[in-house]
C-alpha cells in the first residue's frame, strides 16, 4: 500500500509557510516549544501511523466487530497499536499536561491529527470520542465528577460516547423518550433505547463513559427539556475505583457500507431497572452541553474528511504515476511508440489536480480553523477573541458538510483513476470510499448543516460575522492582485464574492418571508456555493504565498512545488468558480417546484 497517508511537504507549507505557525513558539504557553520540537513530534505521529495504523487498515475491514456475550469485539489487529497509542500519549493533544494532555497548539495537534486519522478511519473512532465526553464534563460538571472522569478520558484510559439519537426520534433530539428518575443519593435512574451510537462498546478500555440526554419525570416538553447525564459502562466509586457493571448494554450492531472495524451500537439504558446516571451540568439544559461536544465532533469529521481524501488521493497519484497503459496522445499515430504511465494522459491528469484542488483547499480550510480556535484562546483583545470565535461558529457546519461532501467524491475521483482496478479490495481506495460516506451522515446530514447555516449563523451578530469572513477574503485577493500571474484568479475569486454575498442577502430575505421554505429548500446547495468559495479563497491564499516564495528563490528547489500551488489555483478557478457562479444563479431563481409537488408525484 506504500505510505501514502498525509502530504508531508504540503502540511508543512501549511503549517510554517500559509498561517505561519512558528509564530507559537513565542506564546508563554508553549514555552520550550519551538519548529524543532514541531516537526519532531509530526515525525512521530506520522512515523506510527506508517508503520501502526496503514497495514492494519483493510485487516480491521474484513474482521470488522462482532457481538459475543453482551461485548462488542473489536478486530484483533486493533488491540496492540491501541495499546501503544495510550503509551505513546497521543490523546488530548491540546488539554494541560496535568489533565493527562501534550499542552500542544492547536495547528500543531491538527498535523499530528491529520497522520493519525487519515491511514485508519475505522480505528480512529475510538481515540477521539472520549475527549469529547471529557471535554464536557470538564466545561459543565462539578468538581467531583472533573476528578473522576476527566483525566482519566483524556488519557483514554476510559473511553467516552455521545449518546443522542433513538430510534422515533432521529434527528429531531426534543421528541426523545429516554427518562431519569431522581433517587435519594443524588444519582437518576435512566430507562431507554439510543442507535447509532459510534464505539458505544467495545472491549478496548475497561470502561466506557456515555453521555446521554434524557428527560427528567416531569420536565418541559422539546429540547427545552432535555437534560444531560454521565451514565459510566462501569460504575465508578468515590474513590476512582470501578464497582459493578451500570446496566448499560449494546443490543445490536449495525451491518454498515464501511468502517466494519468501528462499532457503531444500539443500546439499552435500564432494561433492568439499574441504570445509574449523574447531572452533568444544570437540569433541562442538557442541549447546550452537549453541542459542545457536537460541535468538536463535526469539526473532527472535517479533518476525518480531509484524512480520508489525501490518502485517497495519494493512492491515485501513486498509482497513476506507476501504471503504464497506452501510448501518448502524440504518439498515436506510431507505430513504434512505448507505452506510458496514465499520468501522461489527459484526463488522468485532469481527474488529479481536480482531487488536489479540493484536497489541498480542505487541509488550509481545517488549519484555518485550528489557527482560529488557537486565537480565540489566547488572544488578550477582546475584538480578536470575537472575532476568531465568529468565525469558528460561522464555518463549523461549512467546513463539516463541504469537506464530507468532497472528501467522499475524492474517493470517487481515486476508483475512477485506478479504473477497474479501483472497484476490487484489492487495492485500497474502495475502501476508503465506502468509509468515507458516514461522514455526510453523522454529527448531522447536510440538510441539519444547512439549515444551521441559513437559520442561525449568516445572521450572526447581525451580519457582522459574515462581513468579518468577507473582510479575510478580501485581505486575500488584495495581495493576490501585487501579482500579474494571479490578477486574473484575483478577479474571480472577487465576482463570485461579490456575488455569494448577495446571494446570502437574497436567502436571508426568503428566509424571513412567507415563503420561507422555499429558502429552506435551496440551503443545501447555498452552503455548498459557500463551501465553494471558502475553497478558492484557501487556493488563492496558497498562491499568493507561493508566488512570493517563486519570487524569493535563488535555486530549484520546490520549483514544482510552488509552481503547483498556482497552478491548482488556477485550475479551480477557472473550472469550478464558474460552475459556482451558475449554480448561484439557479439558486437565486428560487423554484417552488419540490413544494408544490403532490407527495404522490414522487413514487412508491
Known amino acids: 500500500m506504500g505510505q501514502q497517508i498525509a502530504d508531508r511537504r504540503d502540511i508543512e507549507f501549511v503549517l510554517y509557510e500559509q498561517f505561519d505557525a512558528e509564530y507559537l513558539a513565542n506564546n508563554e504557553r508553549y514555552q520550550g516549544l519551538n519548529r524543532k520540537a514541531f516537526d519532531l513530534i509530526l515525525t512521530e505521529a506520522r512515523a506510527f501511523a506508517i508503520k501502526e495504523l496503514l497495514p492494519i487498515m483493510a485487516e480491521g475491514d474484513r474482521q470488522g466487530v462482532r457481538l459475543e456475550d ?40 491538527t498535523a499530528a491529527t491529520e497522520y493519525l486519522v487519515g491511514p485508519n478511519f475505522a480505528f480512529a473512532g475510538y481515540l477521539g470520542m472520549g475527549h469529547g465526553t471529557g471535554k464536557m ?14 483525566k482519566n478520558l483524556y488519557t483514554c484510559k476510559w473511553a467516552g460516547t455521545m449518546m443522542l439519537t433513538e430510534p422515533e426520534a432521529g434527528s429531531d433530539v426534543g421528541a426523545l423518550t429516554t427518562t431519569a428518575v431522581p433517587n435519594e443519593d443524588g444519582s437518576y435512574s435512566i430507562t431507554g433505547n439510543k442507535i447509532f451510537i459510534t464505539v458505544g462498546d467495545h472491549d478496548l478500555t475497561e470502561n466506557i463513559i456515555h453521555a446521554v440526554l434524557a428527560r427528567i419525570e416531569g420536565a418541559p416538553a422539546g429540547t427545552a427539556g432535555v437534560s444531560l447525564f454521565i451514565v459510566p459502562k462501569i460504575r465508578v466509586n468515590e474513590d476512582g475505583s470501578l464497582g459493578i457493571p451500570n446496566d448499560v448494554i449494546c443490543t445490536g450492531l449495525e451491518e454498515k457500507m464501511g468502517i466494519h472495524g468501528s462499532a457503531t451500537c444500539s443500546m439499552a439504558l435500564g432494561s ?29 469529521v472535517s479533518m476525518q474528511s480531509l484524512g480520508i481524501a489525501s490518502t485517497a488521493y495519494l493512492h491515485a497519484a501513486n498509482y497513476a504515476k506507476e501504471r503504464v497503459q497506452g501510448r501518448d496522445l502524440s504518439d498515436m499515430l506510431n507505430k513504434d511508440a512505448v507505452s506510458v504511465p496514465i499520468v501522461r494522459h489527459p484526463d488522468v491528469r485532469r ?48 467546513i463539516k458538510t463541504y469537506n464530507a461532501k468532497y472528501g467522499f467524491e475524492v474517493c470517487v475521483q481515486a476508483i475512477q483513476t485506478y479504473g477497474g482496478y479501483g472497484y476490487i479490495r484489492e487495492y485500497p481506495v474502495e475502501q476508503l470510499l465506502r468509509d468515507a460516506k458516514i461522514t455526510s451522515l453523522y454529527e448531522g446530514t447536510d440538510g441539519v448543516q444547512a439549515m444551521d447555516l441559513l437559520a442561525r449563523k449568516i445572521g450572526m451578530e447581525q451580519g457582522a460575522v459574515f462581513q468579518s469572513f468577507i473582510k479575510e477574503i478580501n485581505n486575500v485577493i488584495d495581495r493576490a492582485r501585487k501579482s500579474d500571474a494571479l490578477a486574473s484568479m484575483a478577479d474571480a475569486v472577487d465576482q463570485c464574492l461579490k456575488d455569494l454575498s448577495n446571494l446570502a442577502i437574497a436567502m436571508g430575505t426568503t428566509a424571513m418571508s412567507p415563503d420561507f421554505k422555499i429558502a429552506f429548500a435551496h440551503s443545501v446547495p447555498f452552503l455548498d456555493v459557500f463551501g465553494d468559495m471558502v475553497m478558492a479563497w484557501m487556493l488563492l491564499w496558497r498562491a499568493c504565498v507561493a508566488a512570493e516564495k517563486l519570487g524569493e528563490m535563488a535555486k530549484k528547489k520546490d520549483l514544482a512545488f510552488y509552481e503547483g500551488q498556482i497552478k491548482t489555483a488556477q485550475f ?12 448561484m444563479k439557479s439558486i437565486k431563481n428560487f423554484s417552488p417546484a419540490p413544494l408544490e409537488m403532490d407527495e404522490a408525484a414522487f413514487g412508491g
Open 572 to 583: 479551480f478557478c477557472e473550472t469550478v468558480l464558474p460552475v459556482t457562479e451558475g449554480r
Open 272 to 300: 433492568k431497572g439499574q441504570c445509574q446516571g449523574f447531572l452533568l451540568g444544570e437540569a433541562n439544559k442538557g442541549m447546550r452541553a452537549m453541542f459542545h461536544m457536537m460541535n468538536e465532533a463535526r469539526l473532527a
Open 137 to 150: 464534563i470538564e466545561l459543565y460538571g462539578t468538581e467531583a465528577q472533573k476528578s473522576l472522569f476527566v
Open 70 to 109: 453482551g461485548t462488542v469485539k473489536v478486530p484483533d489487529c486493533f488491540k496492540k497499536p491501541f495499546a501503544q497509542f495510550i503509551e505513546n500519549e497521543w490523546m488530548s493533544l491540546t488539554e494541560d499536561p496535568e489533565m493527562g494532555g501534550q499542552g500542544l497548539p492547536h495547528l500543531i495537534a
Open 351 to 398: 481527474m488529479l489536480t481536480w482531487m488536489k484542488a479540493y484536497v489541498d483547499g480542505m487541509r488550509s480550510f481545517v488549519y484555518f480553523i485550528a489557527d482560529c480556535i488557537e486565537k480565540e484562546e489566547n488572544s488578550q483583545d477582546i475584538e480578536e477573541h470575537k472575532r476568531c470565535k465568529g468565525l469558528v461558529d460561522l464555518l463549523t457546519p461549512i
